[in-house]
């Protein structure tokens, strides 16, 4: 009932920019915060940012500086800007939104609910 759709991923060269997007579709009552998180291969899955509906945002070390996550709330929609990529930052990157699925009256406790990724390859 509700989807995650990420949007924005590709290759590009170190020092590049790109700008990812995820739209949170479908019976939503109500969105907490919306996340990004990131796995390279073999490795980890790792919260690179994320932002609460207060306005409150967090980022990790490696993406203070270089990233900036975004929400439109109007939109359901959350946006990563990320500059000065380094070939580091390749990985599969993963929207989640922490919502209340339902409508105006029937709407079920809040949930975690994941896109299905979109790839950010960075040569050197």
């Known amino acids: 009932q509700v989807q995650l759709v990420e949007s924005g991923g590709g290759s590009v060269q170190a020092g590049g920019s790109l700008r990812l997007s995820c739209v949170a579709s479908g019976r939503i009552h109500s969105i907490y915060a919306m996340s990004w998180y990131r796995q390279a291969p073999g490795q980890q899955l790792d919260m690179v940012a994320a932002?609460?509906?207060?306005?409150?945002?967090y980022h990790s070390d490696s993406a203070k500086g270089r990233f900036t996550v975004a929400m439109d709330m109007s939109k359901n929609t959350v946006y990563l800007q990320m500059n000065s990529l380094k070939p580091e930052d390749t990985a599969v990157y993963s929207c989640i939104a922490k919502l209340r699925e339902g409508d105006e009256f029937y709407f079920n406790p809040p949930d975690d609910y994941w896109g299905q990724g979109t790839q950010v390859s960075v040569s050197a």
């Open positions: 932002m609460h509906r207060s306005g409150t945002t």
